[in-house]
């Protein structure tokens, strides 16, 4: 490290800080690792191992041009582990686009080595809308958001991270510079990658995936997540995941690591060490 070399080649990047039992955050789209950077500071300082990787395509990872779906996101996850020899006692954390590699690999992997699992703000078990998934997002409109990618992708991010962090006329829980500063990492992936990996985040159905937490799990979403709808995602995850805790954010947006992240911060260290 701070590279991982995964079974097609692709370079990923990874921050491994402090010492003790690891704790792996895996990031939503289209960020990178840093977007944990408040909470794998309060990781490695409370005595734990806080690594964070970026996803094949984004940020400083290598830029293939495939593998962007979730089996091989899950075996990227699971190569991360393996260089860290972090397979033992792990709490595994994903965020948005990131719970789907955490769901992925606890069924694909089997959960190896892990102990307790959080899904933050997380798109599992699926966001499309269907007959089973009625408060889904409609198909519709996740082609648009692919046209609008293609199109002009900087345009898309500027309003895009907007609605993210629950920016408004009124309500501002981030300043303009770290909007900008979301654009900036986002721009850093491959134009490729983003596309695709939005498609996957879309269209994968995580149900089957369920029955895999056979561990204790934390689902944490803001009550007016705009991008990742909570009727849609967390509530059908308590449904499925046995041993979960479901903890609700009244009014709180998508961007939790930023918008709530002291209360985040604190849930996590008191979700992992009970």
């Known amino acids: 490290m701070p590279y991982v070399k995964t079974k097609d080649g692709t370079d990923l990047y990874v921050k491994d800080w402090g010492s003790g039992r690891p704790v792996v955050l895996v990031h939503g789209w289209p960020l990178n690792a840093d977007s944990w950077e408040p909470q794998a500071i309060a990781l490695a300082e409370a005595g734990y191992r806080a690594i964070a990787y970026d996803r094949r395509g984004f ?35 994903g965020f948005s686009m990131g719970g789907g590699e955490v769901a992925r690999y606890m069924s694909r992997h089997g959960g190896r080595g ?80 983003t596309i695709e990996a939005a498609k996957a985040w879309g269209y994968t159905d995580f149900t089957p995936d369920l029955a895999a937490f056979q561990v204790p799990t934390l689902i944490v979403h803001g009550t007016s997540d705009a991008t990742v709808p909570i009727k849609a995602t967390a509530h059908r995850a308590a ?29 996590l260290l008191t979700f992992l060490g009970g």
Do not use: C
């Open 59 to 93: 940020g400083r990872s290598g830029q293939p041009w495939s593998g962007h779906d979730y089996d091989t996101y899950a075996d990227d996850l699971a190569a991360v582990l393996e260089a860290a020899d972090a397979t033992g006692g792990v709490g595994l954390v």
């Open 114 to 193: 892990v102990t307790h699992a959080a899904l933050i703000g997380s798109v599992v078990p699926g966001i499309l809308k269907s007959d089973a998934n009625p408060d889904g997002v409609p198909e519709a409109q996740l082609t648009e958001i692919a046209g609008q990618l293609k199109d002009d992708r900087a345009k898309f991010l500027q309003g895009f991270f907007r609605d993210f962090y629950g920016v408004g006329v009124i309500s501002h829980p981030v300043s303009d510079a770290y909007l900008e500063w979301s654009r900036n990492v986002a721009m850093m992936a491959s134009h490729h990658a």
């Open 239 to 267: 449904q499925g995941i046995a041993r979960h805790q479901l903890v609700e954010y009244s009014g709180a947006p998508h961007g939790l690591f930023a918008t709530e992240g002291d209360r985040l911060t604190r849930d």
